[in-house]
């Protein structure tokens, strides 16, 4: 079982619902959906882009999926949870806009946000207690591309590669693209996202997701608004135990 703190759009919000129909999953209720109906991308192209980050759900990664330590539970992760959005304040991205992030497409703030960085290294440090160290066959799989000696260093601390000065805020929207497609992947893209793709996006939650066994689809199990001392389950009903 896994673990992962992550930013998700409110499940009110145009971003998660053109998200959630465009993966064919909605991460906050576990709801699927059939292929969207888009011309030219067939139902099983279709399947090809998404299957990989729809295990996960529309989101971006704040704290990157991690097992639980020996000793703690999802009780207290969850109080953690709970307790950094109450410490943190919501981020405005003044233009989202959609970007090929090695060899994948994602939604991305048009320029680098300090605030939004600055957001996820403090998600970074405030949940490493919880994660277990990597295990032998982790750690190959992360080092089967090929990381740059700060990006293995991460890795070596922080269970992670992409932290920091490694990391860029993003919504996955696909799997690797090849050079020839992604001309057209984009476009569709482009028009399916068109709603959302260069407006601002408030960054104001923060959700615990997890994957109940390796290979399943990742699912929100509490969330909380930054700045806000309550937690609440992916079903609206607040934590008072906590």
């Given at each position: ?145 090929r990381l740059s000696d700060g990006q293995q260093k991460n890795l070596d601390r922080w269970g992670y590669p992409y932290v920091f000065d490694e990391a860029s805020f993003h919504i996955t929207l696909t799997g690797r693209t090849s ?64």
């Amino acid at each position: 079982m896994r673990y992962a703190i992550y930013f998700v759009p409110d499940p009110d919000s145009e971003l998660a619902d053109f998200g959630a129909r465009w993966l064919g999953y909605d991460v906050e209720t576990g709801t699927t959906f059939a292929a969207p109906v888009i011309p030219g991308l067939d139902a099983g192209t279709w399947q090809d882009r998404v299957s990989e980050p729809a295990r996960y759900g529309l989101h971006a990664t704040l704290k990157a999926p991690f097992r639980l330590a020996e000793g703690l539970g999802e009780p207290e992760l969850v109080a953690a949870l709970r307790d950094f959005a109450h410490s943190v304040t919501p981020v405005r991205v003044p233009v989202l806009s959609l970007k090929n992030l090695r060899g994948f497409f994602a939604l991305m703030p048009a320029i680098r946000n300090d605030l939004l960085e600055d957001l996820s290294a403090r998600a970074v440090r405030a949940f490493d207690g919880f994660r277990a160290p990597l295990t032998e066959a982790e750690i190959a799989r992360r080092q089967a591309v090929r990381l740059s000696d700060g990006q293995q260093k991460n890795l070596d601390r922080w269970g992670y590669p992409y932290v920091f000065d490694e990391a860029s805020f993003h919504i996955t929207l696909t799997g690797r693209t090849s050079g020839e497609d992604a001309d057209g992947v984009e476009a569709i893209l482009t028009d399916f996202f068109e709603p959302v793709i260069g407006r601002p996006l408030i960054v104001d939650r923060v959700a615990l997701a997890v994957e109940r066994e390796p290979g399943a689809r990742f699912e929100v199990l509490a969330a909380a608004s930054l700045g806000h001392p309550l937690a609440y389950t992916r079903r609206a009903m607040q934590l008072d135990a906590l």
